[in-house]
């Protein structure tokens, strides 16, 4: 947890955020800190729990008309162009989610593919390190028999 120093019309508060929010809260206090300047600016000697309730429901109200505008934007198209549009972008979408289920599917067999082939590889490779091993023995066999010769020489 974090304490913070805020100032909100004129007046200074401390606050505790959880780490990292520090920015946000002090973004929060400077548009309530607006809000709270204009209702001080009458002159009037305002509560600072008056000021914090107005300031906060003068916030709200700016918030519940922007929920409104965004939701006339989200309704469903009323002219026939836009409608039209819409119903292209989601046949697109469609396609398009059709299209990476696909691109899954390939990419799930290529997946498969390059284990099998993996597995084909570590075959390969147990099968040559076994020859190796073979060969190292005859070597070794070879080379002592070479010395049991020279020996005999000497």
Same mark, same amino acid.
């Given at each position: 947890?974090?304490?913070?120093?805020?100032?909100?019309?004129?007046? #200074?508060?401390?606050?505790?955020?959880? +780490?990292?929010?520090?920015?946000? /809260?002090?973004?929060?206090?400077? &548009?309530?800190?607006?809000?709270?300047?204009?209702? $001080?600016?009458?002159?009037?000697?305002? %509560? +600072?729990?008056?000021?914090? =309730?107005?300031?906060?429901? @003068?916030?709200?109200?700016?918030?519940?008309? %922007? +929920?409104?505008?965004?939701?006339?934007?989200?309704?469903?198209?009323?002219?026939?162009?836009?409608?039209?549009?819409?119903?292209?972008?989601?046949?697109?979408?469609?396609?398009?989610?059709?299209? &990476? %289920?696909?691109?899954?599917? *390939?990419?799930?067999?290529?997946?498969? #593919? =390059?284990?099998?082939? #993996?597995? $084909?590889?570590?075959? /390969?490779?147990?099968?040559?390190?076994?020859?190796?091993?073979?060969?190292?023995?005859? @070597?070794? *066999?070879?080379?002592?028999?070479?010395?049991? =010769?020279?020996?005999?020489?000497?």
């Amino acid at each position: 947890m974090s304490q913070v120093t805020i100032e909100i019309g004129g007046r #200074n508060f401390e606050v505790v955020c959880q +780490e990292g929010e520090e920015e946000y /809260l002090h973004a929060a206090a400077a &548009m309530l800190d607006e809000e709270a300047k204009k209702l $001080d600016g009458g002159g009037a000697r305002v %509560t +600072e729990s008056r000021m914090l =309730l107005m300031s906060g429901l @003068l916030l709200a109200d700016r918030t519940a008309a %922007t +929920e409104e505008k965004l939701k006339s934007f989200s309704a469903p198209a009323s002219d026939p162009e836009t409608a039209d549009r819409a119903r292209e972008a989601e046949a697109k979408l469609r396609a398009a989610e059709v299209d &990476m %289920t696909a691109l899954k599917a *390939q990419l799930g067999e290529a997946q498969s #593919n =390059l284990s099998a082939g #993996n597995s $084909d590889q570590d075959e /390969l490779i147990e099968q040559l390190k076994s020859e190796r091993d073979e060969a190292v023995k005859t @070597l070794q *066999q070879i080379v002592g028999k070479i010395q049991a =010769l020279a020996a005999a020489q000497d």
